[in-house]
C-alpha cells in the first residue's frame, strides 16, 4: 500500500516542486496550502509522512505539529525551515517529537531521502505494534542490517540479560519483556541517517549528537506500538550510566531501571566479546577486566558481580 505524504506550505509553487520531485517515489502525495487545511486531511485520511514549512500566516508548523501529538500521533513529523529559524527547528526537535528539519533551499535528493526515512520510520512503528515475537525478532535483525558490524548483537544481548535474569529470579513476564527490550534496545536506529550510523571516521559533535537521539526515538517508536513500560525503559535507558554521566537524560544509580541495567551489562560484554570493524573480538576474561574498571561508573556493581558468576558456570559463552 502506497502511504500518504502531506506537504504543506502557503506557497503554492514550493508545494508543486515538492509534488514534482516525488513523481518516481512510491508515496501517495498530498498538498494543503494552510494548517487548517492540513488539518482537514488528517481528520479525513491516514497521514504517514507530514512535511511543514514553520512561517506560514495563522498557524505556524511548529503549532501544527503539536496538534498532531493528540490528533495523530504516529504521523512522522519533518519542519522545514529557513536558515534563520534554525535554532527553533532544533528547539522543536528537542522538545517536541519532530522526526528531522529541513533547511530552505532543500536539495531534491536530500529532501527524498528524508522522507523515505520517515515513511520507513511509519511502516515500523505499524509492523510492530501488531507483532509477535518471531517478528520481533526479525525486525531486530532487520535493524542491525544498518550497522552490518553488529549482526547478530541484540540475540546475544538478550541471551546474556536473560542470565541475569534468571539469577534474580524474575517473574516470566518480567525476562519476557527484558528479552524483547533487548531485541528492540537499539531500534531507535532507525530514525540515525546510514551515513551517519556507519561513518568510519571520528564523528562531528553534531552528528554525534545525532546518535546520542537513538534511544529517545527508540522509545517514543515503542510508546507508539504500546509496547510494555519495562521494553521502553530499556530502550530509553540502555545508556544511562550508574554514576550519572550517560544519556540521554543522566539518571543515577538505582533511579535506573533495573532491567535497564541489566542489558547494559549485556550489551556492553557482547560489544567487547564481538568482532568489529575497529578491532578483534576479546577474550571474555579480557571483557570482564575492562568491564571490573566500570563498575560503580558504567555499571552497577552488584548486577555485574552477579554477571561475573553467570558468565563463570556459563564457558560455552566464548
Request: contains cysteine; charged residues 25%.
Amino acid at each position: 500500500m502506497r502511504e500518504n505524504v502531506l506537504f504543506v506550505d502557503d506557497e503554492g509553487n514550493i508545494l508543486n516542486s515538492m509534488e514534482r520531485a516525488f513523481a518516481d517515489v512510491d508515496v501517495t502525495v498530498l498538498k494543503a496550502d494552510s494548517a487548517k487545511e492540513a488539518l482537514r486531511l488528517i481528520g479525513e485520511k491516514e497521514i504517514a509522512v507530514l512535511i511543514t514549512d514553520n512561517r506560514m500566516p495563522g498557524m505556524c508548523g511548529i503549532e501544527l505539529l503539536t496538534c498532531l501529538k493528540d490528533l495523530s500521533p504516529e504521523t512522522v513529523k519533518i519542519l522545514m525551515t529557513g536558515h534563520a529559524d534554525l535554532s527553533t527547528a532544533i528547539e522543536a526537535i528537542n522538545i517536541g517529537e519532530v522526526f528531522r528539519f529541513i533547511v530552505k533551499p532543500w536539495e531534491n535528493e536530500s529532501l527524498i531521502r528524508t522522507v523515505q526515512e520517515g515513511v520507513e520510520h511509519y511502516r515500523f512503528v505499524q509492523t510492530l505494534r501488531n507483532s509477535d515475537e518471531a517478528t520481533l525478532l526479525s525486525l531486530a535483525q532487520t535493524i542491525e542490517l544498518k550497522d552490518p558490524s553488529t549482526r547478530g548483537h541484540c540475540d546475544r544481548v538478550a541471551g546474556f540479560a536473560l542470565m541475569i535474569a534468571d539469577q534474580l529470579n524474575h517473574p516470566e513476564e518480567t525476562k519476557l519483556h527484558i528479552k524483547y527490550g533487548s531485541w528492540l534496545h537499539d531500534c531507535g536506529k532507525i530514525g540515525v541517517p546510514d551515513a551517519v550510523l556507519n561513518f568510519s571516521g571520528k564523528l562531528k559533535d553534531a552528528d554525534f549528537n545525532t546518535i546520542k537521539q537513538h534511544p529517545v526515538w527508540g522509545a517514543r517508536v515503542a510508546r507508539q506500538a504500546r509496547l510494555p513500560q519495562a521494553v521502553i525503559n530499556i530502550i530509553l535507558f540502555h545508556h544511562e550510566r550508574f554514576d550519572g554521566e550517560g544519556y540521554p537524560h543522566g539518571l543515577r544509580g538505582r533511579s535506573i531501571p533495573i532491567e535497564a541495567r541489566i542489558v547494559t551489562i549485556a550489551d556492553i560484554f557482547d560489544a567487547l566479546t564481538s568482532n568489529r570493524p575497529y578491532r578483534e573480538a576479546l577474550p571474555w576474561e579480557e571483557a570482564l577486566e575492562l568491564m571490573d574498571a566500570m563498575s560503580g561508573t558504567y555499571l552497577d556493581p552488584d548486577l555485574l558481580w552477579l554477571f561475573h558468576a553467570v558468565i563463570i558456570n556459563n564457558l560455552d559463552v566464548t
